[in-house]
């Protein structure tokens, strides 16, 4: 059996190493933020047949110059025979352009512009500032609700955890340039009620573990408690994952996009439950018990 409290170091410079290269990603090159957020044009057009969407964005940017980072293309309609296109925001001419390209590639008619309009950047704004309000009021309540069922501290640690599963999913998007929209962050507030999961399983057990071991170091509780819930762990979420993976694999665009991130914070959340959440409640209450050990001793 692995003594994970006493190789917690390394689990915490893995995650740190992580969330530091993604922070770099995130200052050097930004977030891909889609039109949801950034503002920019937004067309729907009726293909009317199938079509590539690699071969729509390949279009697009060879008109308007756009880089394809910032062209994101979904089909939408019962068929799945419409796009909608959403890209940085271009002027009259260049929508107008793209739309001759289209019409010329595909055999369209002005009638298959259904809808071309830009997306005010405001909205995105505050979009961003009511995604945040949600996360620190979900932080605060799972806090209280940790602190009272056990106490400050696991409660504090939870909330690390689930910094840490944010942190983690922004890394993959940061480093990958995948867009955010408004369906990541409804992924990311679900991953927020998910992955605490694990971590209040695993405390309980620690606490219960605690009336039976009275005489034990509170790492060693914590431990044998981590290796007594990790076949229920690894197992609740390997089916959430498996049901998700395939969600992801047979989904049209929009589901996938919702997909995606959650497949990402399973993983993540897991993780985070087992190496990180007791470890930051080992490594506190460690320190202070060696903090009482020195002032008995002074």
């Known amino acids: 059996m692995i003594d994970i409290m006493g190789k917690r170091k390394i689990f915490f410079i893995l995650s740190g190493v992580i969330i530091l290269t993604g922070l770099i990603a995130m200052l050097v090159g930004g977030l891909n933020q889609d039109i949801d957020f950034a503002g920019g044009t937004e067309m729907h057009v009726n293909i009317g047949k199938e079509f590539d969407n690699n071969e729509i964005k390949s279009?697009?940017?060879?008109?308007?110059?756009?880089?394809?980072?910032?062209?994101?293309?979904?089909k939408v309609g019962a068929d799945g025979k419409q796009v909608i296109i959403k890209t940085t925001e271009i002027d009259t001419g260049?929508?107008?352009?793209?739309?001759?390209?289209?019409?010329?590639?595909?055999?369209?008619?002005?009638?298959?512009?259904?809808?071309?309009?830009?997306?005010?950047?405001?909205?995105?704004?505050?979009?961003?500032?009511?995604?945040?309000?949600?996360?620190?009021?979900?932080?605060?309540?799972?806090?209280?609700?940790?602190?009272?069922?056990?106490?400050?501290?696991?409660?504090?640690?939870?909330?690390?955890?689930?910094?840490?599963?944010l942190l983690i999913m922004l890394t993959v998007y940061a480093l990958f340039r995948i867009p955010i929209n408004t369906t990541f962050i409804a992924a990311m507030l679900t991953i927020l009620g998910y992955s605490i999961n694990d971590t209040i399983v695993l405390f309980d057990r620690i606490r219960e573990n605690k009336k039976y071991m009275k005489k034990e170091k509170f790492g060693n509780i914590a431990n044998k408690s981590i290796w007594q819930t990790m076949a229920r762990s690894i197992n609740?979420?390997?089916?959430?994952?498996?049901?998700?993976?395939?969600?992801?694999?047979?989904?049209?665009?929009?589901?996938?996009?919702?997909?995606?991130?959650?497949?990402?914070?399973?993983?993540?959340g897991t993780y985070s439950s087992i190496f990180i959440a007791s470890p930051v409640w080992v490594a506190w209450q460690e320190f202070q018990d060696k903090k009482k050990s020195r002032l008995r001793t002074t």
């Open 236 to 268: 609740t979420s390997l089916t959430t994952l498996i049901m998700i993976t395939a969600l992801y694999v047979l989904g049209v665009p929009s589901i996938k996009d919702f997909a995606f991130p959650l497949m990402i914070g399973i993983l993540s």
């Open 94 to 165: 260049k929508r107008n352009e793209v739309f001759e390209a289209l019409k010329e590639k595909y055999g369209l008619s002005i009638e298959d512009k259904l809808m071309t309009d830009n997306v005010n950047p405001t909205i995105g704004n505050e979009l961003k500032y009511q995604a945040f309000l949600a996360t620190v009021i979900a932080a605060v309540l799972m806090l209280g609700y940790i602190t009272i069922r056990f106490e400050f501290k696991s409660g504090v640690a939870a909330v690390a955890a689930l910094i840490h599963d």
């Open 59 to 74: 279009i697009v940017g060879e008109v308007t110059g756009v880089d394809g980072a910032f062209i994101h293309v979904q």
